[in-house]
């Protein structure tokens, strides 16, 4: 006979209505996000997100690896849109000077003037959905939500850019 398994710990009505509100949250924004991006740049939000993360260094440079890191991406998701980019000539790949063996991914200037062109556009949209929607009490609360679900997830803050305020 094998051990009975512990029954699951249902979610209450409250538990789960929050569950499910940010599940829809989750599916809902990215496809915002991307069809605003698309319409107004060109770009998804993936695209946009890995510019963006290479915008905001001094020498728009990074590793393959650190940029799948900082993105959530898998190498491979990253390296087929890196490829895209590249072709596109917003940005470039070369050796990494530190380690000759990896890569890094490096923000052209075209690459820099997509980012600027697409910036106003999204972040106007990242305030109507988000930032306007919540007073500053409410909005502490998001970060402060997130920052401890993150902290499960993301236990090292692997995903969190070197260059952010604390």
Same mark, same amino acid.
């Given at each position: 006979?094998?051990?009975? %398994?512990? %029954?699951?710990?249902?979610?209450?009505?409250?538990?789960? !209505?929050?569950?499910?509100?940010?599940?829809?949250?989750?599916?809902?924004?990215?496809?915002?996000?991307?069809?605003?991006?698309?319409? *107004?740049?060109?770009?998804? #939000? #993936?695209?946009?997100?890995? !510019?963006?993360?290479?915008? /905001?260094?001094?020498? =728009?440079?990074?590793?393959?690896?650190?940029?799948?890191?900082?993105?959530?991406? %898998?190498?491979?998701?990253? %390296?087929?849109?890196?490829?895209? !980019?590249?072709?596109?000539?917003?940005?470039?790949?070369?050796?990494?000077?530190?380690?000759?063996?990896?890569?890094?991914?490096?923000?052209?200037?075209?690459?820099?003037?997509?980012?600027?062109?697409?910036?106003?556009?999204?972040?106007?949209?990242? =305030? /109507?959905?988000?930032?306007?929607?919540? *007073?500053?009490?409410?909005?502490?609360? !998001?970060?402060?939500?997130?920052?401890?679900?993150?902290?499960?997830? *993301?236990?090292?803050s692997a995903t969190r850019p070197e260059w952010l305020e604390t």
């Amino acid at each position: 006979m094998t051990p009975a %398994s512990p %029954s699951p710990r249902w979610l209450t009505s409250e538990q789960r !209505l929050a569950w499910l509100d940010m599940v829809r949250v989750l599916t809902r924004l990215p496809a915002t996000l991307d069809a605003q991006l698309e319409r *107004d740049a060109g770009l998804t #939000f #993936f695209e946009y997100h890995v !510019l963006s993360m290479l915008s /905001e260094l001094p020498d =728009r440079a990074l590793r393959l690896s650190r940029l799948a890191q900082l993105t959530s991406a %898998s190498l491979s998701r990253l %390296s087929n849109v890196v490829k895209r !980019l590249e072709a596109r000539g917003l940005l470039r790949r070369e050796p990494d000077p530190d380690d000759g063996r990896a890569s890094r991914a490096v923000l052209t200037d075209e690459g820099m003037a997509a980012v600027e062109q697409a910036a106003p556009g999204h972040l106007a949209t990242v =305030r /109507e959905l988000v930032v306007d929607a919540l *007073d500053p009490a409410q909005l502490g609360q !998001l970060h402060n939500a997130h920052e401890r679900i993150l902290g499960r997830l *993301d236990p090292g803050s692997a995903t969190r850019p070197e260059w952010l305020e604390t």
